[in-house]
């Protein structure tokens, strides 16, 4: 395993990417409510990158080994969608969850970031699973510093949503990123403490676990990107974009609209 280490040149150009990923989330909250479809969050959110900030989506005819090209900017998982789900024409409805992932290019680096929409009335066990999915992201976040190890992230992440009922999906996990969209190292969501590599300051990834109110097997949909919940439960996500500094961490993908990190996280 080759883990990047950024210098300071790149540091900052991932500064500079994570912050105009996190502002297209800001930018498209008003926008996600009821009657919306997918496709039309899709194309503004496209929009907003190529027109305003000068942005390139980075999931736009992305193609790695064995798939075919993605066909839309952004991803949009609505329910029991894991992840990858394509921006379509159904309208979103009342009760809705949806988790929009946003990536961008700016200057050669990407910045990546996903958040979760509750739409309209959104039922109790619904708004508990996304809380706890955003209070275990945060909970991996603190484990970065340097001289953990990567398991720790895991490990934390799956005691806490475990502990509260949930299940972790095994087979989708963060990853390094910078000049390429997906780095070493692989970032698993559960573990075992003290496992895996050494963190280093410098190393730049995601944290960004999905979390399923049933079981965590999932499957894949005909149109070779769309991951579900196998038993079709609500799944939740979250992302942020994390720095290893000398001290502990730098989160990358902030903005004015960015939520506020949980207070606790007593559920």
């Known amino acids: 395993m080759s883990i990047v280490i950024k210098n300071s ?20 909250t008003p926008f996600v409510k009821v009657g919306v479809t997918t496709a039309e969050i899709d194309r503004l959110c496209h929009e907003y990158m190529r027109d305003v900030q000068g942005t390139i989506p980075a999931p736009l005819n992305y193609c790695p080994p064995g798939y075919t090209p993605y066909p839309k900017a952004i991803c949009t998982s609505v329910n029991q969608v894991v992840c990858h ?4 024409d159904k309208p979103l409805k009342s009760g809705d969850c949806v988790n929009l992932d946003i990536t961008v290019i700016k200057d050669g680096y990407h910045g990546d970031n996903s958040r979760m929409y509750l739409v309209g009335d959104v039922s109790a066990p619904a708004r508990r699973l996304a809380k706890v999915t955003y209070n275990a992201m945060w909970i991996g976040i603190d484990q970065v510093k340097p001289g953990a190890h990567f398991g720790d992230i895991g490990a934390a ?3 806490y949503a475990e502990g509260a009922g949930y299940s972790v999906v095994r087979e989708f996990c963060g990853h390094g990123i910078g000049s390429k969209f997906h780095e070493d190292p692989q970032v698993l969501h559960y573990g075992k403490a003290g496992t895996g590599p050494e963190m280093q300051a410098g190393m730049i990834f995601t944290i960004e676990p999905m979390i399923n109110a049933g079981k965590r097997d999932i499957k894949g949909m ?30 990358l993908t902030q903005s004015a609209g960015t939520p506020a990190r949980p207070d606790s996280y007593a559920i």
Not at 11 to 25: D, F, P, T, Y
Not at 85 to 88: L, Q, S, V, Y
Not at 225 to 243: G, M, P, Y
């Open 9 to 28: 040149n790149d540091i900052a150009k991932m500064r500079v990417a994570g912050k105009l990923a996190s502002e297209v989330l800001d930018y498209i």
């Open 85 to 88: 789900g394509i921006p379509a």
């Open 157 to 159: 992440i799956q005691k």
């Open 222 to 251: 005909s149109d070779g990107w769309t991951i579900v919940t196998k038993d079709r439960s609500l799944s939740a996500q979250w992302e942020h974009t994390i720095l290893v500094t000398e001290t502990g961490y730098e989160v």
